[in-house]
């Protein structure tokens, strides 16, 4: 979804065909101006999700490519604390092409090569998509009211 950075995208495929030439015929799909099922069809069918997150409170684009079961590398954007772990991802600072680039190869590597490492990533990630579901942010709403309700005055 390279809509904030295609500058930085061009970059980032170029340094990894340099990097890893054995990596340089691997096809990339954009996922831009796409209804959001079209989108998730290709997801579902990629295995790897570079995230191009820039300047967003949330990182849907990535948790939804972890709920896909998509191996994810890039940038998590602003709320790298929030979800974007070492055990569900490559992650690079934000801007930091070079390293987005590796992380990159990394992940493209290790879904060529089914290693443990991409499916406990794959398997993290998942289970950290659940953990924003609907179902799960809605309890969570009603437990944080029920507790405020219950100590108003």
């Known amino acids: 979804m390279p809509r904030k950075r295609r500058e930085e995208v061009a970059m980032i495929r170029h340094l990894v065909g340099l990097m890893r030439p054995d990596l340089a015929a691997v096809p990339w799909v954009e996922i831009d101006a796409m209804t959001h099922e079209q989108g998730m069809e290709i997801l579902a069918a990629s ?5 191009l997150q820039r300047f967003e409170g949330f ?3 990535a948790i939804e490519a972890m709920a896909a079961g998509c191996l994810v590398a890039g940038f998590p954007g602003v709320a790298i ?9 490559w ?4 801007d930091d092409i070079e390293a987005a680039a590796r992380a990159v190869c990394a992940a493209l590597t290790a879904a060529r090569d089914g290693t443990p490492s991409a499916l406990a ?3 993290a990630g998942r289970v950290l998509a659940q953990s924003y579901s609907v179902p799960v942010r809605d309890a969570a709403l009603l437990a944080f009211f029920e507790s405020f309700l219950a100590t108003a005055p």
């Open 47 to 51: 295995a790897v999700f570079l995230s």
């Open 59 to 61: 990182g849907l684009p």
């Open 81 to 89: 604390s929030d979800y974007a772990q070492p055990d569900n991802g």
């Open 91 to 94: 992650w690079a600072r934000d």
């Open 121 to 123: 990533r794959i398997e």
